[in-house]
């Protein structure tokens, strides 16, 4: 088992993938050290929102998953 | 039918749609109807709406709730396409039928801000081969600022 990373959007190019699977569990710092160089620099910024199994959280320096959770990378939306 | 949202796939036609969805609310007052397509933008060639299969649809589902209490709505219709379009292809489709007119035109109005810069989408174009990601416009945002009361 692992947590599977989902990459959406702009997050998708940096990452050069739409999905990793790191070994868990996995905090805020520990996804930071999984995502290197421009994509981790965007994951930490303010746009950039989090979601575990489908909830998005409020406070994504909380994160906190377990092996067999999905975590989402989400950017700024364009929908419509 | 109060409340009929989808997520497609492939192309729709919005008469193919709004015709049954208006003849399910015998005794409404007004029906109002939006359709974005694909502008047709000097050398794009097309465009592609990506979204996350956990978070779109309930947050549409949440969209036409939220449109139905607050306007009073007899019935919403919300229908958006993910996956590459060409220019002139249906995007979006939002149709609301209500008692009286106001309500159906500030709902779709409503929905159509929360769609456009408050649901989980990312949408990209192609222009001479290549890809390039759109960023929301400062002005969706004040849009959509205007339904905080």
């Known amino acids: 088992m692992a947590v599977k990373l989902v990459f959406l959007g702009k997050l998708a190019d940096l990452a050069a993938a739409s999905e990793k699977d790191v070994a868990g569990p996995l905090d805020w710092a520990g996804l930071l050290d999984a995502l290197p160089g ?22 994504k320096t ?19 | 039918m109060a409340k009929d949202v989808r997520l497609l ?15 399910a609310h015998p005794g409404l007052g007004g029906v109002c109807t939006f359709v974005g397509e694909v502008r047709s933008d000097g050398d794009v060639e097309a465009l592609e709406l990506s979204h996350y299969e956990p978070l779109t649809l309930p947050g549409m589902n949440a969209v036409a709730d939220e449109a139905i209490e607050r306007f009073g709505l007899m ?28 309500g159906a035109i500030d709902a779709v109005d409503f929905a ?12 990209r174009e192609k222009r001479g081969g290549g890809w390039t990601w759109i960023e929301p416009r400062e002005e969706d945002h004040s849009d959509l600022a205007r339904w905080t009361v």
């Open chain 1, 38 to 59: 421009p994509l981790g620099e965007a994951v930490k910024g303010d746009k950039v929102r989090v979601a575990i199994d489908g909830v998005v959280l409020a406070d």
């Open chain 1, 62 to 80: 909380a994160l906190a998953a377990a092996d067999g959770q999905e975590i989402a990378l989400l950017p700024p939306v364009s929908g419509g």
């Open chain 2, 9 to 23: 796939s492939e192309p729709f036609n919005p008469g193919d749609l709004v015709g049954p969805f208006t003849d």
């Open chain 2, 75 to 102: 019935g919403i219709l919300i229908v958006h396409r993910v996956g590459e379009m060409r220019p002139g292809e249906p995007i979006v489709l939002v149709s609301a039928c209500a008692r009286h007119r106001r």
């Open chain 2, 112 to 123: 159509m801000d929360h769609l456009k810069s408050d649901s989980w989408f990312w949408k």
